[in-house]
Structure formats: structure tokens, C-alpha cells
């Protein structure tokens, strides 16, 4: 089979099967028709449109009311539905919000905490590796670094709808967020580093056999240990970063640095951005993507990987 998605953007119009080509126009019309609409609307639609995928479309559903169950053992099971419940309405909003980029962008009031953290850590000149989880406007945090001028490059799993794929780049890509995707050359995201750009990685999926298993709300979790990998071999500094919604169009950018010292193991790296993840999680559990299947690997054994 050839292999033609390094050349996607030249051969997009040749190459997509037609149901990929149809869906991305789709997907394109439909973001032209949010962007004439007012955030108001937008908003009323989002939370309409929530409604309907929490009763009528259950994908998921159980994994995401499990995953909370498991997380939040001594919680009511009201609080725990309500949590859900918040979850849809979150979620359906931001990829509301997603889809009407830039307009929807630029309609947010945003505000930074520890600004100095990232700043230092660029200054260094060693590139600065991003960690960031499933939690919160997480686009909205990729705009902010490509719209002021931060050379972000993120790492990315393709979507398997190359019309889904192809949309979702341009929207991220028109901030000036550049992408590499997995199963690329790894020399590539070490390149990222060494040019003193920002490398970001998604840390919170299940890594399967190929993660370290770390404490994360009271299970063992699979954890992706590339962050850790990237820091002990290049020295580069790490910065968890996430973007918490405020109050209406108010969102908080948080940047916290992760500690490590010269003799911590992957393994320790690992759990503490991690750690981080986890106490933000619990502060706004309703800003958590909850229908990853997070837990699917079990830990055999529990050793100093």
C-alpha cells in the first residue's frame, strides 16, 4: 500500500477516499456556518447539542461514568452524575468552540498564571517540553502559544478519517501551531528541542506496554514516559500547562515547572507531572475528558522502570 500522508497537503484532493473528502467538506461548511453565528448562539447550540449526546448517543457513556465511579470513590452518586452531566456540556462547548476558530478565539478573555515559569524555561536555550493532559480548553491553550508567537510544535496521532485529520490541523495550524505525528522519526522531536522550540506532549493516555505505571487517582495507570525520556536526554527543561475555564468567556492558563533532579528515574519524572494532572483534575473534575479508556492496561508488576 502506498504510503502518502507525509504529502497530504499536496495530494489531498487525489489521494482521500471519497468519504474522507466529504467529510472534511462538511466539517469545513459547518465551521463557516458557526463562525456567522454569535457566541451567544454558539453557546445555546453547544448545550442543546450536549443534551442530545448525553441521551441519545452513549458512546462511551459507561467508560466515562466508570472512570469518574473510580476516581471519586466516596462521592455521592449524584455528585457523580452531575459531574457527567457538566462533562458533556464542556467538552460538546469546546469542540463548539474548536470548530469556529479563529472568530471564536479571539471572543476570550485569557489570563496567564506563572508566565515566568515558561519564560525561564525558554531562556535556557535547551527547548522546553510542554506537558499537558485531556483537561480543560486544551485547544484553546494551543491557539494561545501559536498566537503569541511561541514556536510550538506539538506531537499528534493522525486521525483515521483523513478528512477529520485534515481539518484539525488547519485549525490548529492557522495559529502557528505546527504538528509532528507519532511514528515520525523521532530525530524529529529531539530537532524541535535542539532549534530551543517548544515540544508539547499529550501525557495522559493509556501507554499500553509501552508506558511506566504511575499512581494516578487511585489506580495504576499506563502512562506515556516520553516527557520524562526527552528531559533526561537533552536537559531540557519541562512546564505543565493547562487552560482552565473561568466563568463564562473567562479561561486561566496555568504553567507549573516540574521539578527533577539529575538522579530521578523515568519512573519518578513520570509521576510527578502526573501528580500535577491529578490535583487539577480533582479541582475541576467536570474539565476532565473522561471517556478515555485510561485504565484499560493492568500492572503486572510494579518495578523501578
Known amino acids: 500500500m502506498l504510503d502518502f500522508t507525509d504529502s497530504l497537503n499536496s495530494t489531498f484532493p487525489y489521494f482521500m477516499k471519497l468519504t474522507h473528502n466529504l467529510t472534511y467538506k462538511l466539517l469545513r461548511c459547518f465551521s463557516k456556518w458557526l463562525q456567522t453565528r454569535s457566541h451567544y448562539r454558539n453557546q445555546i447550540f453547544s448545550q442543546k447539542l450536549s443534551g442530545f449526546f448525553f441521551h441519545c448517543i452513549p458512546i462511551r457513556k459507561h467508560v466515562a461514568a466508570s472512570n469518574i465511579a473510580l476516581s471519586f470513590p466516596k462521592r455521592s452518586s449524584q455528585w457523580k452524575l452531575n459531574v457527567l452531566k457538566n462533562c458533556y456540556q464542556f467538552?460538546?462547548?469546546?469542540?463548539?468552540?474548536?470548530?469556529?476558530?479563529?472568530?471564536?478565539?479571539?471572543?476570550?478573555?485569557?489570563?496567564?498564571?506563572g508566565k515566568k515559569y515558561l519564560d525561564r524555561a525558554i531562556k535556557e536555550g535547551k527547548g522546553v517540553i510542554i506537558i499537558t493532559g485531556h483537561f480543560g480548553a486544551f485547544e484553546l491553550l494551543s491557539a494561545w502559544l501559536g498566537y503569541n508567537g511561541y514556536p510550538i510544535i506539538g506531537v499528534a496521532h493522525r486521525q483515521r478519517n483523513l478528512g477529520t485529520d485534515q481539518f484539525s490541523r488547519e485549525q490548529r495550524e492557522m495559529s502557528g501551531f505546527g504538528h509532528i505525528f507519532r511514528k515520525e522519526p523521532i530525530e524529529k522531536m529531539y530537532q524541535v528541542l535542539l532549534e530551543g522550540k517548544l515540544l508539547g506532549l499529550v501525557s495522559d493516555q493509556d501507554a499500553k506496554n509501552r508506558g511506566i505505571f504511575v499512581n494516578f487517582l487511585n489506580q495504576?495507570?499506563?502512562?506515556?514516559?516520553?516527557?520524562?525520556?526527552?528531559?533526561?536526554?537533552?536537559?531540557?527543561?519541562?512546564?505543565?500547562?493547562?487552560?482552565?475555564?473561568?466563568?463564562?468567556?473567562?479561561?486561566?492558563?496555568?504553567?507549573?515547572?516540574?521539578?527533577?533532579?539529575?538522579?530521578?528515574?523515568?519512573?519518578?519524572?513520570?509521576?510527578?507531572?502526573?501528580?500535577?494532572?491529578?490535583?487539577?483534575?480533582?479541582?475541576?473534575?467536570?474539565?476532565?475528558?473522561?471517556?478515555?479508556?485510561?485504565?484499560?492496561?493492568?500492572?503486572?508488576?510494579?518495578?523501578?522502570?
Open 220 to 305: 495504576k495507570a499506563s502512562t506515556p514516559k516520553g516527557a520524562a525520556h526527552f528531559h533526561k536526554n537533552t536537559g531540557a527543561p519541562m512546564v505543565f500547562m493547562t487552560c482552565t475555564w473561568q466563568s463564562s468567556d473567562k479561561y486561566e492558563i496555568n504553567c507549573e515547572k516540574v521539578i527533577s533532579k539529575p538522579n530521578d528515574t523515568v519512573k519518578e519524572i513520570t509521576q510527578r507531572y502526573s501528580t500535577i494532572l491529578e490535583k487539577i483534575i480533582k479541582q475541576h473534575p467536570e474539565q476532565y475528558f473522561w471517556w478515555h479508556r485510561r485504565w484499560k492496561t493492568k500492572s503486572i508488576q510494579n518495578n523501578g522502570q
Open 91 to 113: 467538552f460538546i462547548h469546546n469542540f463548539i468552540q474548536f470548530f469556529s476558530f479563529p472568530s471564536s478565539f479571539f471572543s476570550k478573555s485569557i489570563s496567564i498564571k
